[in-house]
């Protein structure tokens, strides 16, 4: 479940195999993709091993931020996914994924919050929908 910032309403949960976006401006239904037809996929799938071979294909460092960049070696069209490290301790602070047509959209993380427990909805694609559904009548 990816949230984004104020004013911005925009939200996208993965779940079941599924990428579904929901804008919160519209009053359409969420746009969904297969996850496996995504670059998300690289993360989370059900099995992650970024060690497959030709799954990592750039990785670089600057000021202290380690870049890795995959993707899947099966289908490279579906295109790539950079995620963006801090060290000391190693932290996860972003994530780019660049679509097949080149479009970039960049998640940058904020304060990790640990030991938090949340409804199971939270995460749920056809939950959500529901929840929609209830506000828009």
Do not use: C
């Amino acid at each position: 479940r990816f949230e984004y910032a104020p004013p911005d309403l925009t939200l996208v949960l993965a779940s079941a195999g599924q990428v579904a976006i929901f804008d919160g401006k519209s009053n359409t239904s969420a746009e969904q993709y297969p996850l496996s037809k995504t670059p998300l996929n690289l993360i989370l799938a059900p099995k992650v091993d970024l060690s497959r071979a030709k799954m990592v294909v750039g990785h670089s460092e600057q000021n202290g931020v380690t870049v890795v960049t995959a993707q899947d070696p099966q289908h490279p069209e579906l295109g790539t996914l950079q995620l963006a490290f801090s060290a000391n301790p190693v932290t996860l602070k972003q994530w780019t994924v660049t679509d097949e047509a080149g479009g970039q959209t960049t998640v940058v993380l904020g304060p990790l919050t640990t030991g938090k427990r949340y409804p199971m909805d939270t995460f749920s694609i056809n939950a959500q929908i529901g929840k929609n559904a209830k506000r828009e009548k």
